[in-house]
C-alpha cells in the first residue's frame, strides 16, 4: 500500500453474521449479512482495502488514477467504494463466484475522497484454488481480466497496458532491461518478472519469504513521498496472505517487526469486532491474535 501520508491503518476481526449497508442514502443502497468472518486492513481506520476471510478469498484494493464509475445511476445497484473490499470478503468464498456476482447484479461502485485525494481504485481477488481475478471500472464499464495468469496488480496505467508495456522487458517477452524505478509500469514488470521465478514449495514459511522479497522489490522506498503523485508515494504497508493455511502478514514500512493473524485460531461466531494498530508500536512481533481487543 502506497500512500502520501501516513494511513493510521488497523488490523480487524470481522465476525460473521453482521448487517451491513452498501451505500447509505442512496437510492440503490442494499443490505447483507456478512456470511464469511475476515480479517482486514482498515485505512484510516475506517475503509477496508484488503483482506482474507476465513474460507481462504483474499481482496486487496489498490489506487488507480484511471478508474471511472461514469455518472451515477440509482436504478443500478450502489456499492460505496469504501464498502466493496468488505462486501465481496463477506458473501463470496470464491474468485469465481465473486466476479459472477460483479458481472450479474451490474453494480456500480460509488467513488469517494480518501484522506482528501480521489478515491478511486481497482480491485484484485485470489483464493485458495488459484484462481485470481483483476477488477476494474473503466469509463463507467466494468473491466474484468479472470484467470491464474492475472496474477499480479500496481496502479497506473490500466490493466490492459501494463500487460502490453511489460512485454517490452527481457525475461518477459522482450528484450529492454529489467526496469528499476519507482514509476508503477516499472514496479508492475519487476514483480511480474520475478514472482514468475520463484521456486515451488510446500513450506509454508519460505512461500511467504519468497512472497515477500517480491513486494519488498516493488516498494516504493519509505520516505520518497511526492504529494502530488500519489501513483508513486512511499510504501506504507505490505501484506502477504497465506490462502492455504489462513495466516494473514502485515509489515509496516515505519516498524522493524513482521506480525501475522492466524485465521484458523480465530473465532468468526463472536458478537464483536476486534481490532489491533500494528503501527502504533515497536515490540510486538510474530502471531498477535492475543493483541486484537473489542471495539
Known sequence: ????????????????????????GDLGSFTWRSEYGSVVCLMYGAIAVDGLNEVGLQVSGLYLAESNYGERDTSRPGLALAQAIQCLLDRFDTVAAAVAWLESSDVQIIPLDIGGKPGTGHI???????DSAIIEFVDGALTVHHGTEYTVMANSPVYAEQ?????????????APLPGGTDSPDRFARAAFYSARLPETADARAAAAYAFSVIRNASAPFGT????????STTRWRIVADLTDRRYFFESTSNPNVVWVELSQLDFGATSELRFAPEETTSVSGKVNGAFAAV
Open 1 to 24: 500500500m502506497d500512500w502520501f501520508e501516513d494511513t493510521a491503518t488497523v488490523l480487524a476481526v470481522r465476525p460473521r453474521g453482521v448487517e451491513r449497508e452498501s451505500a447509505p
Open 124 to 130: 484484485a481477488l485470489g483464493d485458495v484454488s488459484g
Open 163 to 175: 500487460l502490453e508495456l511489460e512485454q517490452r522487458y527481457a525475461g518477459l517477452g522482450g528484450e
Open 225 to 232: 513521498a511526492d504529494p502530488v503523485r500519489p501513483n508513486v
